[in-house]
């Protein structure tokens, strides 16, 4: 069983960044393709960007794609997600997760750590 715990959340104003890490125990993350998920207040757990095991291939939702930059150092048994150009509209709770099944909707993935909060001042 692999245990994972977000951090790096925080308040910062549009057009700022942040990174987000995702730290792994139990199982190393070399074994796994982990993904990022966001969920707003009155909103449904969605997409943000997923990795394969090795790290050499990514995915991104349309409306993160060209800002957001997944990653995950397998030597630290961390995944990243680094956030530029942030918009209002991604304040949210950001959780990472292991993927389980095919596709990029939450019920392919599992594990979820606790989430950190993301908030984006206009």
């Known amino acids: 069983q692999v245990q994972l715990v977000e951090s790096g959340g925080g308040l910062v104003q549009a057009g700022g960044s942040l990174r987000l890490s995702c730290a792994a125990s139990?199982?190393?993350?070399?074994?796994?393709?982990m993904g990022w998920f966001r969920q707003a207040p009155g909103k449904e757990r969605e997409f943000v960007a997923t990795?394969?095991?090795?790290?050499?291939?990514?995915d991104y939702a349309d409306s993160v794609r060209g800002r957001f930059t997944i990653s995950k150092d397998n030597a630290k048994n961390t995944l990243y997600l680094q956030m530029n150009n942030l918009k209002p509209e991604d304040t949210a709770v950001h959780y990472c997760?292991?993927?389980?099944?095919?596709?990029?909707?939450?019920?392919?993935?599992?594990?979820w750590g606790q989430g950190t909060q993301v908030t984006i001042s206009s």
């Open positions: 139990g199982r190393t993350l070399n074994m796994y393709a």
């Open positions: 997760a292991v993927r389980r099944g095919l596709g990029n909707g939450p019920s392919a993935f599992g594990s």
């Open positions: 990795i394969n095991a090795s790290g050499s291939s990514t």
